[in-house]
Structures are given as C-alpha cells and as structure tokens.
C-alpha cells in the first residue's frame, strides 16, 4: 500500500511530489521548510525563526495522519550554514521527545527558496 497525504495546512510541494507517502507501517514525510502553508510564502527571519515554522509545518502532516513527534523514528536535516546548529537544535529539541529519534545533520550548499533549513522525517505509523 502506497497512499499520498495532502492537508492544507502544511505548504503546497513547489515540485512533482507529494507532502508525504503512507505505507502499510511508516510515514514518509518530504522535506520541509519555513512556508506559511496560509499564504505559501516564506517566512523570513533567523534560523530560530525558520526551524520553527518548519517544525510546525511537520506537526501539521503528522497530525493529519493522527501522529506527533513522538512517532518520528528518523529525520534528515539540512542547515545551510552549521554555524546555525546549536540554536537550531535548541527548536529541533524542544518538539521532540525523547527517545529522540535517529538524525542526519548536513550542511547544504543551496536549499531551495534559499531558506536557512528543511528537514524530512520518518514516523511510524500507530
């Protein structure tokens, strides 16, 4: 079972793919970052400012799959600077909990819109 999960309250894919993909036991949510899912514009600010509103676009698939963080299970995480990591992980940290679930953290060369972060996660459905 492959099923596409669209909810307006997360932002519109700006490309040829789906908020997130079900399958039979995991949540496959795409990338993420600082839209405002009401106007589909990004919210500009410090990186404190955008992992924030990416978080909340997250919370918002999952929710839509009745799921939280807490049913996360891995998260790829793209910092266009790693010198934003430590006030990152201070947002990152404080919607997850624990046992936190596995992560990458890469710094990108270029991320689309030229947001400061986007982050992808896998959940585990219930």
Do not use: W
Not at 21 to 39: E, K, N, R, Y
Not at 76 to 81: N, P
Not at 97 to 122: C, F, H, K, N
């Amino acid at each position: 079972m492959k099923q596409r999960i669209q909810t307006s309250k997360a932002p519109n894919a700006i490309g040829p793919y789906s908020q997130a993909i079900v399958t039979d036991t995991l949540v496959f949510c795409s990338g993420q970052g600082p839209m405002d899912p009401a106007t589909n514009t990004l919210v500009e600010g410090d990186v404190t400012i955008q992992t924030e509103r990416t978080m909340r676009n997250i919370g918002a698939l999952l929710g839509e799959m009745g799921l939280d963080f807490g049913d996360v299970v891995k998260s790829t995480c793209y910092l266009k600077d790693m010198h934003d990591f430590k006030a990152f992980n201070e947002v990152y940290a404080s919607y997850l909990p624990e046992p936190y679930p596995a992560r990458t953290t890469i710094q990108a060369a270029r991320l689309p819109l030229d947001i400061l972060v986007e982050i992808e996660v896998i959940a585990q459905k219930r």
